[in-house]
């Protein structure tokens, strides 16, 4: 039971998280402004780890979402901790293209996959 519930307290990260991404991107450009940009990555950061919390038989049934990408993603950007390395160009795009698909399918796990 507790992991179960562990797990679901992950889905609300990613949900805040989202939020948190596209509330900046309202507030500023992430080329202009490093306070977007550095809350941006925070959040990425924050949405990917939890993402690896998710159970293997949950992330199956939504195969439309690259999880290995996001996971993958949350190591690039720990590891290169100044963003020195990160295409903001390619980062818009996630943000624009893939972050609401995340979002509606992590509010479909919540309704549908209760954890708690």
Partial sequence: MMQEKLWGLHLDHIL???DRIMAYQ???DLDSDSLVFD???RNLHTLSESTKHIPEYIKDQYPQI????IIGFRNFIVHDYL???INISQLKRVIKERLPELQK???HI???HPPI
């Fill in 110 to 112: 919540v309704k549908n």
């Fill in 83 to 85: 963003g020195d390395n």
């Fill in 66 to 69: 690259n999880w290995k990408a």
């Fill in 26 to 28: 309202l507030r500023g």
């Fill in 39 to 41: 809350g941006t990555l």
């Fill in 105 to 107: 399918v992590i509010n």
């Fill in 16 to 18: 805040v998280s989202i």
